[in-house]
């Protein structure tokens, strides 16, 4: 693993110029910042915007020029505020109002590719990130610093979060700001997700989804409708406690809740796929469905429910 900012200066030069036939500066503008609303971020340090900036400073104190990196602008010549960097990271979140990227496109990007030695200061890279482990968490990082000046971007694609850290001064020595930050910050957010109630919206028409199911002749399930409306599957038949945990599962915006002995909780980990029916027939309901986050496949409907000898 290694990040080279003269790679990644040649990359947007080429792509801009040679490509899309227009400078990088002009390209992240029009394509980027001004479709995010970023309005407050941009390369060139006019006498107006130096006088609303943080002023850098060396870690002896003494006040660091502000530079033109020249060609290198692509690597770190870009100024901006944390309010802007959050519209950016709702963005790559998928949430944000304004869409910028096609959700595939963002899976990808936020996606670690190469796993690095122990050597390196992370343990995986991506799409520039670098990713470490933190509390059961992916967390993606980039770290950025200029004379006089440090910032980090973050994200924790899973729980929708992200952390942007600018300072006008050095990092501190042997603290890791960013991280110790996520120590509380994760632990609070999955308090918050496990109070808040969750609010179930129904399908239109929950009678194309509700019937009998079965597995290969193995296992067998039950759709029906909730006095709600919500789709409820529970799974019959012999040994289901050993075939089946407690889940609470949904199928893209409408959830299908699991339940199993009465019990469910909630699954936040399988990015909303872990129960997904299958198109329409030509009577208008679903042939069967697959369950990924169970490892179980081609789910098909029966006509009646079946019965059972001992």
Not at 228 to 245: A, R, T, W
Not at 274 to 301: C, E, Q
Request: aromatic share 12%.
């Amino acid at each position: 693993c290694h990040y080279s900012n003269l790679a990644f200066s040649l990359l947007a030069h080429v792509l801009s110029e040679r490509v899309v036939g227009i400078n990088y500066q002009r390209w992240i503008t029009d394509n980027i910042l001004g479709r995010l609303g970023m309005e407050d971020t941009g390369f060139d340090i006019n006498p107006g915007i130096q006088s609303q900036m943080a002023v850098g400073v060396y870690a002896s104190g003494q006040a660091a020029p502000l530079y033109d990196l020249g060609w290198y602008r692509p690597s770190g010549q870009m100024y901006s505020t944390a309010a802007d960097m959050a519209k950016l990271s709702m963005m790559l979140l998928g949430a944000y109002h304004r869409k910028l990227l096609e959700p595939d496109t963002l899976k990808i990007m936020l996606t670690p590719l190469f796993r690095c030695n122990k050597d390196y200061f992370a343990n995986r890279t991506g799409t520039p990130w670098e990713v470490n482990e933190q509390m059961g968490y992916e967390v993606l990082r980039k770290d950025g610093d200029l004379d006089g000046y440090s910032a980090t971007f973050s994200l924790v694609p899973r729980l929708k979060l992200g952390l942007v850290v600018l300072m006008a001064g050095t990092r501190p020595q042997n603290q890791d700001m960013v991280s110790k930050a996520y120590s509380y910050i994760i632990p609070a957010m999955e308090r918050a997700f496990r109070e808040a109630k969750r609010v179930l919206v129904p399908p239109p028409n929950p009678a194309a989804y509700v019937g009998f199911y079965t597995y290969g002749n193995i296992t067998f399930y039950e759709i029906k409708a909730g006095p709600d409306g919500v789709l409820i599957m529970q799974q019959f038949g012999p040994q289901i406690e050993d075939l089946i945990p407690e889940r609470v599962v949904f199928e893209k915006e409408y959830p299908c809740v699991l339940r199993v002995n009465t019990a469910s909780v909630s699954l936040e980990a399988q990015d909303g796929q872990l129960f997904n029916f299958y198109v329409f027939d030509k009577k208008g309901v679903s042939p069967g469905f697959d369950a990924p986050g169970l490892n179980t496949y081609n789910v098909i409907r029966i006509s009646r429910r079946p019965t059972f000898s001992n």
